[in-house]
């Protein structure tokens, strides 16, 4: 989508059209011009106005000249300002080429609204109507080069070889991963790809690549992998095996739970005595872990018992670290 949406733009700006040859040039594309032909074919039949003109033997394509002015969008006040406002959603993606176009968006929206409006954009009260929390600006610490590298690699479907840091077991590895994806995280982005040295599709938080290059070698997507069916069963981002977990919930925090979906397999029972039983596959228990220490003494883990020891050794140390402190 990105490499067609390159070719879009350098179509729009062209007043005499662009061969595939011009446009694999200027565009600097690692792919091949047989892409190129795809890349038309797919937004000809996805409805964009193209046209091809044949000079001397040479094929021009361009856009059709109607479609060159701004699109002739009805909007009102209230939802350009609610567009706007809404800016804040995207900063996660700080450092992605599809954040650049998002803030040229938003930069033109503001223009084209009247400047009695522009102090209201910038401070609308005390306290906006709604907020994001984000993480303290982690994004804007990564390069934007590398993310940018890594959108190259997915786009063109280049392996790419990185020492990557291990934050459990404190170490460096080298790896060849088959980028397939980016995912942005709580506040986080991630690499998901197929690694050579696991032998199995896994998450990569980006801030550890220590050191990355976009290798010649190209990949294949297995046609059986879908993102989504990939994430279903994660906790969170994190994978593992499939593991059949049971909570109680005491009658505290019973309705806090039942207000929430916190994963698309749970289900929810409700107790005489106000409390309620949520039953969850996971894949891997390392973040429901957290998820349920982080509820205190109103949940307790009855399956499997692994997972209950695994708590009760983490409250255990936690108790044994405060009483250190109390000396």
Not at 22 to 47: F, P
Not at 143 to 148: A, I, L, N
Request: with cysteine; net charge negative; aromatic share 10%.
């Amino acid at each position: 989508m990105a490499r067609q949406w390159k070719i879009i733009q350098a179509l729009l700006t062209s007043k005499t059209g662009k061969t595939v040859g011009d446009l694999h040039k200027i565009l600097d594309l690692t792919c091949d011009k047989r892409s190129v032909y795809r890349d038309i074919q797919d937004l000809e039949a996805a409805g964009f106005p193209l046209m091809c003109e044949t000079v001397n033997g040479a094929q021009y394509w361009s856009v059709m000249e109607h479609a060159r002015n701004p699109l002739p969008i009805p909007h009102k006040v209230e939802e350009l300002i609610a567009l706007y406002l809404s800016k804040d959603m995207m900063v996660d993606l700080k450092g992605t080429s599809i954040y650049k176009d998002l803030d040229s968006l938003f930069t033109k929206i503001k223009a084209g609204i009247h400047e009695s409006f522009h102090d209201y954009l910038e401070q609308s009260g005390p306290l906006p109507v709604v907020s994001f929390q984000h993480s303290a600006g982690q994004l804007e610490k990564m390069t934007e080069e590398m993310v940018s590298r890594l959108e190259a690699a997915i786009q063109a479907k280049q392996y790419v070889d990185m020492t990557y840091f291990t934050q459990s077991r404190k170490t460096e590895t080298q790896r060849r991963v088959a980028p397939y994806t980016l995912l942005v995280s709580q506040g986080s982005i991630y690499l998901i790809g197929h690694c050579e040295l696991r032998q199995e599709v896994r998450f990569f938080a980006v801030n550890r690549i220590r050191k990355l290059v976009v290798s010649d070698a190209t990949y294949v997507i297995p046609e059986d992998f879908q993102l989504d069916q990939f994430m279903k069963p994660s906790f969170g981002i994190y994978q593992g095996p499939e593991t059949h977990v049971k909570i109680r919930f005491s009658s505290e925090v019973a309705d806090l739970i039942k207000e929430r979906v916190w994963h698309p397999s749970q289900i929810i029972t409700d107790h005489t005595d106000g409390s309620i039983l949520f039953v969850v596959t996971v894949a891997g228990t390392e973040e429901i872990q957290r998820w349920v220490m982080g509820w205190g003494e109103y949940a307790m883990v009855l399956e499997p018992e692994s997972l209950r020891q695994d708590i009760l050794t983490g409250i255990t140390q936690m108790v044994e670290t405060y009483q250190a402190v109390q000396g």
